[in-house]
């Protein structure tokens, strides 16, 4: 079974940083092309950032060149580093692929707010 566990969320100033982490199991990441999601209240969930599985990335337009999203296949992970946060990166972050998604994880909430 797949399983998608998300960490490394928390409570930030405006301007400060984070460092997402998302480690699976039941799947060989390297294998897909994965993506960091995220929800705010009341809004859709929303792919951020993406990687492919030979290193590729992209990000969304309002976190781009603040968002890098990395991968670690030797540790069957993925991470998200965000940097200049701003109170509308307010969400639960998740991992999953981009194609065939499967079960969400819990996901790890960022709130940014002075």
């Known amino acids: 079974q797949v399983q998608f566990v998300e960490s490394g969320g928390g409570l930030v100033q405006p301007g400060g940083s984070l460092r997402l982490s998302c480690a699976a199991s039941?799947?060989?990441?390297?294998?897909?092309?994965m993506g960091w999601y995220r929800q705010a209240p009341g809004k859709q969930r929303q792919l951020v950032a993406r990687?492919?599985?030979?290193?590729?990335?992209d990000s969304m337009d309002s976190v781009k060149g603040r968002f890098t999203i990395s991968r670690d296949n030797a540790k069957n992970a993925v991470y998200l580093q965000m940097n200049s946060l701003k109170p509308e990166d307010t969400a639960v972050y998740y991992c999953?692929?981009?194609?065939?998604?499967?079960?969400w994880g819990q996901g790890t909430q960022v709130t940014v707010s002075s």
């Open positions: 999953n692929k981009l194609v065939n998604l499967v079960s």
């Open positions: 990687i492919t599985n030979d290193g590729r990335i």
């Open positions: 039941g799947i060989i990441l390297r294998i897909y092309a």
